[in-house]
C-alpha cells in the first residue's frame, strides 16, 4: 500500500527547540489571546515541559477544564498552590524531574488580600469588605478580574519557591482587555462620578447635594427617587473610605503595568488557524508593539494536516485485506473521504495562516518564535497527551 505522507508548512520562526529557550531564561510566562483557543492547555504543556527541564514550576489558571484537572491527580483545582503527586507523572511514565505546581485564580480573595494590604486599619478594611458595593465591584466590575489576575501573578513572581511562574489569561472577547486592565480599572474608580460623591460626602460623613454643581445634584436626585436616598448614602460612604485606598491603588497598579514590559516576562500569543482567532491575535501583537512589549512566541492550535499522494479505494481494500481488518461496508471508502477531507482542511488553515504570516515577516517581528500544534483526533485529558502536547511546544533536551 502506498502510504499517505502527512505535509506541513512550518513558519519560518519555527526552530527545533520551540520554545525552550523561553522556559530556560524567563522567569514569567503569560499566554494571551482570545476565548477558546487552547491557552489553559498550552498554560500546562508550557509548565509540564518546564517541569521536565528540571525547573519549580507554578500554572495559575482559570477555570481550567475538569478533565484536565483529573489528569494532574486532582479531584478540583482549588484557590490554594497544590502540588502535582510526583507519582502522577510517574505512573503515565512521563520523566519529570522538576516539580508542578498549580494555582486556580480566585479574583474576590485576590481583591480582598489587596484591601487587607492597602487599608490603613483593621477597622476601615473590615469596613470596606463587609460593604455590599464592595462586594459587587470586588466580582463583576468591568477589568477586576484580568487585573486581579495581574495582581497574583505580581505576587507570586518573586516567591522563591518557584522558578518559571505561567499565568493562563482570564478568557476575554478581546484579547487586549487583559494588557488595559490595570489603567481600565483604575480609570473606573477614579471616575468623574466617583468625584461627584467624595464632593458631596462632608467631613462629618453625613451626604449633602449642597455641595454640588445644580447640574450634577439634579442628576443625583434623580438617581435617588428611583434607588432611594439610602442607597446613595451607602455609594458615597464607600466611596469615601475607599478613597484613602486609591493612592495606593493607583501606585500599584503603575508598578504592575511596569513589570509587565520587564526583561524576565515572556508573551506566548496563542490562536487557532480560525480568520477571528488569526485577526485578534494579529492586532494583539501590534499592540504589544505598540508600547514596546515583545511578542515573543505564537502558538497556533488545531492545525489540521495536508497529505502527500493519497491511496485510492482499491489499494485501501487491499491494505485492509493483507492486515485482516474489516471496516465493514464501504469502509475503504470512508477512509479515503476523512483522508481527502483533512487534507482540505489543512490547506483551508494554511490559507487562513497567511495572513498571520504576512503580518508577522517583518523586522519588527524578528526574534519571534512560533509552534504549530496539530488538532489532534482526541482531547487532552491525560499526562501522556499533555506530554505530546510539551514535546511539540518545547522537545525535552533529554
Same mark, same amino acid.
Request: aromatic share 6%; hydrophobic share 40%; with cysteine.
Given at each position: 500500500?502506498?502510504?499517505?505522507?502527512?505535509?506541513?508548512?512550518?513558519?519560518?520562526?519555527?526552530?527545533?527547540?520551540?520554545?525552550?529557550?523561553?522556559?530556560?531564561?524567563?522567569?514569567?510566562?503569560?499566554?494571551?489571546?482570545?476565548?477558546?483557543?487552547?491557552?489553559?492547555?498550552?498554560?500546562?504543556?508550557?509548565?509540564?515541559?518546564?517541569?521536565?527541564?528540571?525547573?519549580?514550576?507554578?500554572?495559575?489558571?482559570?477555570?481550567?477544564?475538569?478533565?484536565?484537572?483529573?489528569?494532574?491527580?486532582?479531584?478540583?483545582?482549588?484557590?490554594?498552590?497544590?502540588?502535582?503527586?510526583?507519582?502522577?507523572?510517574?505512573?503515565?511514565?512521563?520523566?519529570?524531574?522538576?516539580?508542578?505546581?498549580?494555582?486556580?485564580?480566585?479574583?474576590?480573595?485576590?481583591?480582598?488580600?489587596?484591601?487587607?494590604?492597602?487599608?490603613?486599619?483593621?477597622?476601615?478594611?473590615?469596613?470596606?469588605?463587609?460593604?455590599?458595593?464592595?462586594?459587587?465591584?470586588?466580582?463583576?466590575?468591568?477589568?477586576?478580574?484580568?487585573?486581579?489576575?495581574?495582581?497574583?501573578?505580581?505576587?507570586?513572581?518573586?516567591?522563591?519557591?518557584?522558578?518559571?511562574?505561567?499565568?493562563?489569561?482570564?478568557?476575554?472577547?478581546?484579547?487586549?482587555?487583559?494588557?488595559?486592565?490595570?489603567?481600565?480599572?483604575?480609570?473606573?474608580?477614579?471616575?468623574?462620578?466617583?468625584?461627584?460623591?467624595?464632593?458631596?460626602?462632608?467631613?462629618?460623613?453625613?451626604?449633602?447635594?449642597?455641595?454640588?454643581?445644580?447640574?450634577?445634584?439634579?442628576?443625583?436626585?434623580?438617581?435617588?427617587?428611583?434607588?432611594?436616598?439610602?442607597?446613595?448614602?451607602?455609594?458615597?460612604?464607600?466611596?469615601?473610605?475607599?478613597?484613602?485606598?486609591?493612592?495606593?491603588?493607583?501606585?500599584?497598579?503603575?508598578?504592575?503595568?511596569?513589570?509587565?514590559?520587564?526583561?524576565?516576562?515572556?508573551?506566548?500569543?496563542?490562536?487557532?488557524?480560525?480568520?477571528?482567532?488569526?485577526?485578534?491575535?494579529?492586532?494583539?501583537?501590534?499592540?504589544?508593539?505598540?508600547?514596546?512589549?515583545?511578542?515573543?512566541?505564537?502558538?497556533?492550535?488545531?492545525?489540521?494536516?495536508?497529505?502527500?499522494?493519497?491511496?485510492?479505494?482499491?489499494?485501501?481494500?487491499? #491494505? %485492509?485485506? *493483507?492486515?485482516?481488518?474489516?471496516?465493514?461496508?464501504? $469502509? &475503504?471508502?470512508?477512509? !479515503?473521504?476523512? +483522508?481527502?477531507?483533512?487534507?482540505?482542511?489543512?490547506?483551508?488553515?494554511?490559507?487562513?495562516?497567511? #495572513? %498571520?504570516? *504576512?503580518?508577522?515577516?517583518?523586522?519588527?517581528?524578528? $526574534? &519571534?518564535?512560533?509552534? !504549530?500544534?496539530? +488538532?489532534?483526533?482526541?482531547?487532552?485529558?491525560?499526562?501522556?497527551?499533555?506530554?505530546?502536547?510539551?514535546? %511539540?511546544? *518545547?522537545?525535552?533536551?533529554?
Amino acid at each position: 500500500m502506498l502510504r499517505a505522507r502527512a505535509v506541513t508548512q512550518p513558519s519560518p520562526r519555527s526552530t527545533p527547540t520551540g520554545l525552550g529557550s523561553l522556559l530556560d531564561t524567563r522567569r514569567v510566562i503569560l499566554c494571551v489571546g482570545c476565548g477558546g483557543v487552547g491557552k489553559t492547555t498550552t498554560t500546562a504543556a508550557l509548565g509540564l515541559a518546564a517541569a521536565r527541564r528540571g525547573k519549580r514550576v507554578l500554572c495559575l489558571t482559570i477555570d481550567p477544564a475538569r478533565r484536565l484537572s483529573q489528569s494532574l491527580g486532582l479531584s478540583e483545582m482549588k484557590t490554594e498552590a497544590q502540588l502535582v503527586r510526583p507519582e502522577v507523572f510517574a505512573e503515565a511514565g512521563v520523566a519529570v524531574t522538576g516539580s508542578m505546581t498549580v494555582m486556580m485564580l480566585d479574583t474576590k480573595s485576590t481583591f480582598d488580600g489587596l484591601v487587607a494590604q492597602l487599608a490603613p486599619t483593621p477597622e476601615r478594611r473590615d469596613h470596606i469588605l463587609e460593604n455590599t458595593l464592595y462586594k459587587y465591584i470586588s466580582t463583576s466590575l468591568a477589568g477586576t478580574q484580568e487585573y486581579m489576575a495581574m495582581e497574583k501573578l505580581y505576587e507570586v513572581r518573586s516567591d522563591p519557591r518557584y522558578d518559571l511562574v505561567l499565568l493562563d489569561t482570564p478568557p476575554t472577547q478581546n484579547a487586549l482587555d487583559f494588557l488595559d486592565a490595570p489603567e481600565r480599572l483604575v480609570g473606573a474608580l477614579d471616575s468623574g462620578a466617583t468625584r461627584w460623591f467624595l464632593q458631596a460626602f462632608q467631613s462629618s460623613g453625613k451626604f449633602s447635594f449642597n455641595l454640588l454643581a445644580k447640574s450634577t445634584a439634579a442628576i443625583l436626585r434623580g438617581i435617588g427617587k428611583i434607588t432611594g436616598g439610602g442607597f446613595l448614602e451607602q455609594i458615597a460612604v464607600f466611596i469615601s473610605e475607599f478613597n484613602e485606598l486609591f493612592g495606593g491603588w493607583r501606585e500599584r497598579a503603575t508598578v504592575i503595568a511596569s513589570a509587565l514590559r520587564g526583561p524576565d516576562v515572556a508573551y506566548v500569543l496563542v490562536t487557532t488557524p480560525d480568520p477571528l482567532s488569526v485577526r485578534e491575535v494579529i492586532y494583539f501583537a501590534d499592540r504589544l508593539r505598540e508600547q514596546s512589549m515583545r511578542r515573543d512566541a505564537f502558538v497556533v492550535n488545531r492545525v489540521h494536516p495536508m497529505y502527500g499522494r493519497l491511496p485510492d479505494v482499491a489499494e485501501i481494500d487491499a #491494505a %485492509l485485506e *493483507a492486515r485482516d481488518l474489516h471496516l465493514g461496508r464501504d $469502509g &475503504s471508502a470512508r477512509l !479515503r473521504r476523512a +483522508a481527502d477531507e483533512e487534507t482540505r482542511l489543512g490547506k483551508q488553515d494554511m490559507i487562513h495562516l497567511l #495572513a %498571520l504570516d *504576512a503580518a508577522l515577516d517583518d523586522e519588527a517581528a524578528g $526574534g &519571534s518564535l512560533e509552534v !504549530r500544534v496539530p +488538532a489532534f483526533p482526541f482531547d487532552i485529558y491525560d499526562i501522556q497527551r499533555l506530554a505530546m502536547v510539551a514535546d %511539540l511546544l *518545547a522537545p525535552h533536551p533529554g
